[in-house]
């Protein structure tokens, strides 16, 4: 079955950096165009990072451009969020997504908290 197993959340100081970590299984990694998104209490979940399948083309929400960088690895089916300057509005829950045509499959999301 489809799994997205995120990892690398955490608690940070402002300033400081995280790298989180999405594992996929049970699909066709390749051939998806894989996102970060997030969602703070009370917030609706926006869009953070997407990366298309090839790994050639990137979009950033424009408040995460300079200090987020999306890749990715095929041959480990795995996303990566580099994140840097982080601040204490970026605190929330992470979730990877993966998408193709209509499909979209999304992981179980990891905390990110950014505090003194």
């Known amino acids: 079955q489809v799994q997205l197993v995120e990892s690398g959340g955490g608690l940070v100081q402002p300033g400081g950096s995280l790298r989180l970590s999405c594992a996929a299984s049970?699909?066709?990694?390749?051939?998806?165009?894989m996102s970060w998104f997030r969602q703070a209490p009370g917030k609706e979940r926006e869009f953070v990072a997407r990366?298309?399948?090839?790994?050639?083309?990137?979009t950033y929400a424009d408040s995460m451009k300079g200090r987020f960088t999306i890749s990715r690895d095929n041959a480990k089916n795995t996303v990566y969020l580099q994140m840097n300057s982080l601040k204490p509005e970026d605190t929330a829950v992470y979730y990877c997504?993966?998408?193709?045509?209509?499909?979209?499959?999304w992981g179980q999301g990891t905390q990110v908290t950014v505090s003194s």
């Open positions: 990366i298309l399948w090839r790994g050639g083309s990137t």
């Open positions: 049970g699909f066709t990694f390749s051939s998806y165009a």
């Open positions: 997504n993966a998408a193709r045509g209509t499909q979209s499959y």
